[in-house]
């Protein structure tokens, strides 16, 4: 697997309550995303990073938050926990350009009640 | 906008069969496909890529995929199934404009019996 990895690997939590995800890479890659996977929805785009503090939303972006104050770091936020916001959610990386894969990490299990 | 869709939810083959994982596109200009894996409890994994030129690519594991502009079609490909290509296939394509992010389809779950 390429360099990366995400904390926490699994959590429960409660309606309402803050949550933060984050992702670490040894690569260097310029370009970091935080998707979320459903059943019958593959995956989708919370948000994006293209640089250090340079973040954007993606497609499902309500209720998130992130931020990346280190090239290797990227933080999704949950700001106050939703039940619909149970999912497992995926950190990737790409180097630029549309043309290259994306790396991905192993996942965090999300569960809130 | 940029997409991919796959028709088939579940796949089921035998071992040592062919095996064929579908996906269409719906693209601007011309596209760039992707196709990942993921095995159980793990992230995506990168299987192979069309940019341009042979519209028969080749990548890890001994998959394949044919480009066919006409069908507008990228389907994955393996001459013979093994037990251990049983995963979840998904088919993707990066949006036009986009921060290199890519839009997936929705997956194939692929199980390949003894």
């Known amino acids: 697997d390429a360099g990366i990895t995400q904390s926490p690997r699994h959590k429960v939590t409660e309606t309402g309550t803050p949550v933060t995800l984050r992702c670490h890479q040894t690569e260097n890659h310029r370009y970091m995303y935080w998707y979320r996977q459903d059943p019958g929805h593959g995956l989708r785009l919370i948000h994006y990073?293209?640089?250090?503090?340079?973040?954007d939303k993606g497609e499902v972006s309500d209720g998130y938050s992130v931020s990346r104050s280190k090239t290797e770091d990227f933080l999704l936020t949950l700001e106050s926990a939703t039940s619909s916001q149970t999912s497992v959610y995926f950190c990737?990386?790409?180097?630029?350009?549309?043309?290259?894969?994306?790396?991905f990490g192993p996942g965090t299990r999300l569960t809130v009640l | 906008a940029q997409s991919v869709a796959q028709p088939e939810d579940q796949v089921n083959v035998a071992e040592g069969n062919p095996l064929t994982v579908k996906c269409t596109y719906s693209?601007?200009?011309?596209?760039?496909l992707f196709w990942y894996v993921q095995y159980p409890n793990r992230g995506l994994q990168f299987l192979l890529k069309y940019i341009t030129g042979d519209n028969l690519v080749k990548g890890s594991y001994g998959f394949e995929a044919e480009f066919n502009k006409s069908q507008t079609s990228f389907h994955l490909k393996k001459p013979s199934a093994l037990v251990s290509d049983s995963a979840l296939y998904f088919c993707a394509v990066p949006p036009r404009g986009g921060n290199n992010d890519m839009r997936f389809g929705a997956g194939t779950r692929l199980t390949v019996k003894p």
């Open positions: 990737a990386i790409t180097a630029s350009g549309a043309w290259n894969e994306q790396f």
């Open positions: 693209v601007s200009g011309n596209p760039y």
């Open positions: 990073s293209y640089g250090v503090k340079d973040t």
